[in-house]
T-cell receptor, first 114, second 113 residues
Framework: SAVISQKPSRDICQRGTSLTIQCQVD?????MFWYRQQPGQSLTLIAT?????????ESGFVIDKFPISRPNLTFSTLTVSNMSPEDSSIYLC???????????FGEGSRLTVL | LAKTTQPISMDSYEGQEVNITCSHN???????ITWYQQFPSQGPRFIIQ???TKVTNEVASLFIPADRKSSTLSLPRVSLSDTAVYYC??????????????FGTGTKLQVIP
């Protein structure tokens, strides 16, 4: 299994500011994924973060709004930029265990934008 | 990627067996079926995975018919702690593309005392 730690677990932010969410994994992984889960909704993939290359964003998500860093094989950050109340969501970091296809998730970072 | 369809919600009394069915009519030959459980304020957690027939672990059973166009997650003797959202995911776990599976709506299971 993989243990994933996210920081912060929750935050309340003002409109127009930016927040960076950190994701730390206890083992080296090739791909890390960032999901968004809006209140009462399912999970939506934002982007795939590969070490040593730019993140790959899904339709509807852009780098200017959600810049991602992946400096090494155990760490990634997601920044939510120029936040608005519509960005209020839970943001989840995930890794993929290639051998089994299993996805491991962090506890999530609950973001509230006022 | 195969799209999945599940009931939005289900209720069950404690101690009963719960069966949640997922439809995936467009499943591809190399696709596996995986179920996840999500409690409030937590990330989803892997429950069980299968390709065909029946798979059983300490938590659940997964039944997959021969045509693989659907699957059923079976939770034996549910308790209040099984109240959660259950997601059915379909994808090719060996291609490197499995991680881009689409999470469907999930099934919100409410266990009643």
């Amino acid at each position: 299994s993989a243990v994933i730690s996210q920081k912060p677990s929750r935050d309340i932010c003002q409109r127009g500011t930016s927040l960076t969410i950190q994701c730390q994994v206890d083992s080296q992984v090739t791909m890390m994924f960032w999901y968004r889960q809006q209140p009462g909704q399912s999970l939506t993939l934002i982007a795939t973060a590969n070490q040593g290359s730019e993140a790959t964003y899904e339709s509807g998500f852009v780098i200017d709004k959600f810049p991602i860093s992946r400096p090494n094989l155990t760490f990634s950050t997601l920044t939510v930029s120029n936040m608005s109340p519509e960005d209020s969501s839970i943001y989840l970091c995930s890794v993929h265990r290639i051998e089994t296809g299993e996805l491991f998730f962090g506890e999530g970072s609950r973001l509230t934008v006022l | 990627l195969a799209k999945t369809t599940q009931p939005i919600s289900m209720d069950s009394y404690e101690g009963q067996e719960v069966n949640i069915t997922c439809s995936h009519n467009n499943i591809a030959t190399n696709d596996y079926i995986t179920w996840y459980q999500q409690f409030p304020s937590q990330g989803p957690r892997f429950i069980i995975q299968g390709y065909k027939t029946k798979v059983t672990n300490e938590v659940a059973s997964l039944f997959i018919p021969a045509d693989r166009k659907s699957s059923t997650l079976s939770l034996p003797r549910v308790s209040l702690s099984d109240t959660a959202v259950y997601y059915c995911l379909v994808g090719d776990i060996n291609s490197g593309g499995y991680q881009k599976v689409t999470f469907g709506t999930g099934t919100k299971l409410q266990v009643i005392p």
